[in-house]
């Protein structure tokens, strides 16, 4: 009876204390994921050189919507996207290359891979194989070379390295995949090791590089680049599935953390929140995938016989035609 009068008589003091430490401790997480959402996007923050000017927005004397406002979407956009293997004392080279034509109001991506060995003019460089063009001139040889092969406009880039792969892909609990092969491969000139047994599984972070990776095998006939790149779009499918897990919002600090110290960027800290925004909604995600095609052939390039990608002019229009069609409003 004590207790009852007691609460009786102190309810509304009780109420207001404990609305007011859940209304300070959500303004607490909004303030810190806001300081890891600014200290992450300043530590990737990486423009091109020459770059010219920003992703369009709904207008132009708008200010940068950030993670609290609402908006208009991104105009769509055209992203290239690097997985970049950067070891001691070499130059970067891009062993992963896509193109994503982004479309944030309709929640879309069209996903483009690019063959390593295709055959192209690199910018200022002469015609090589366009995975070479990171280690030449960066991200802006990339992005001018494939401007010109495809004639397209690439308004941004993102680049994330192996280890920032990893570490995301094990912050995110794996990835299942359904490996459908045994892949045995070492290399100890360049430490690469892949054992990956066939079947239904989750994959580690290194597990799941290794199964992106491997093309070359120990045990017979060597799988062809295209087997290659179905593997890394498969991988790319699986994380964002992950991505938008419960799970995976509940780790956003950690994966803040990560992102900040594995990737680099010229999307501003409010393209990216405008992103965040427009595809973390409960609406799906469409994300549709496809490889440039062409035809591996031995050529004399600099006096040496080697394997080349030689991609048609047709199917560099059939491409050029697929990215406008997913940026068209």
Partial sequence: MMQFSFWKK???????????????????????????????????????????????????SLPPRDLLTTGEPLKPFLLLLLGVDSRDGESARSDTIMLAAIHPSRQSAYLLSIPRDSYMQLAGKGYDKINHAMAYGGPRMVKESLEKFLDVK???????????????????????????????????????????????????????????????????????????????????????????TVEAYSKAFSLMEILGNHVKTDLTEGEIASLLL??????????????LIGQDERIWHNGILGWYHLVPSSERERVHQQILQALSQ
């Fill in 154 to 244: 690439i308004d941004r880039y993102m680049s994330v390295d192996f280890d920032g792969f990893r570490q995301i892909v094990d912050e995110l609990g794996g990835v299942t995949v359904d490996v459908k092969k045994r892949m045995k491969y070492s290399d100890p000139s360049d430490d690469t090791y892949i054992d990956l047994q066939p079947g239904l599984q989750t994959l580690t972070g290194e597990q799941a590089l290794d199964y992106a990776r491997f093309r070359k095998s120990d045990l017979g006939r060597e799988d062809s680049d295209y087997q290659r790149i179905n593997r890394q779009q498969e991988i790319v499918r699986a994380l964002a599935a992950k991505g938008a």
């Fill in 10 to 60: 102190h309810w509304k003091n009780i109420l207001f204390h404990t609305l007011s430490c859940l209304l300070i401790g959500a303004l607490v997480t909004v303030a810190y994921t806001a300081y890891q959402y600014k200290q992450m996007t300043a530590k990737w923050y990486a423009p091109i050189e020459g770059s010219t000017g920003a992703v369009k927005q709904a207008s132009a």
């Fill in 278 to 291: 427009s595809y973390g909604d409960a609406t799906p995600n469409a994300l549709r995938t496809d490889t």
